[in-house]
């Protein structure tokens, strides 16, 4: 299944999210599933100070580059696929970031529903 068939939270067709930097379990610049992705990065979200912040104090440093894995670290204002859980988890300690919900992979709406989703929405 390619992402061009994949459907967004909206249930129409999955945008790309990010190509600068390059983002997506399968970097493709798109938070698709195909069902092998332990974390779902299916979340496209345009991060914050406060959300890099509170993934770095549960152990995921997203602002640190690191080359070895073509990971340039990111820093506010970029757009990331991040796990469903994570932003979840970042919701609920009130450091949510904004999400596009025209990138955001259908499948996040089995950790959080669609009405939360919009009240953090931004235009793509």
């Known amino acids: 299944m390619s992402s061009m068939q994949q459907l ?3 249930g129409t067709e999955l945008q790309p999210c990010s190509f600068d ?3 997506g379990y399968y970097r493709t610049g798109c938070c698709e599933h195909h069902g092998d992705d332990p974390g779902m990065h299916v979340v496209c979200c345009r ?3 406060d959300f890099l912040a ?3 104090s549960c152990g995921n440093d997203l602002s640190t580059p ?5 990971f340039p670290g990111l820093r506010p204002g970029d757009q990331w ?3 469903a859980s994570r932003w979840v988890e970042a919701f609920e300690g009130g450091a949510a970031c904004p ?3 025209e990138s955001t992979h259908l499948s996040a709406l089995e950790y959080v529903d669609l009405e939360t989703l919009r009240r953090f929405a931004v235009p793509a």
């Open 8 to 10: 967004n939270v909206l």
């Open 21 to 23: 930097p390059m983002t």
């Open 47 to 49: 991060v914050t100070e």
């Open 54 to 56: 509170f993934s770095a």
């Open 66 to 70: 690191m080359p070895q894995y073509g």
């Open 81 to 83: 696929c991040v796990c």
């Open 99 to 101: 999400v596009v919900l």
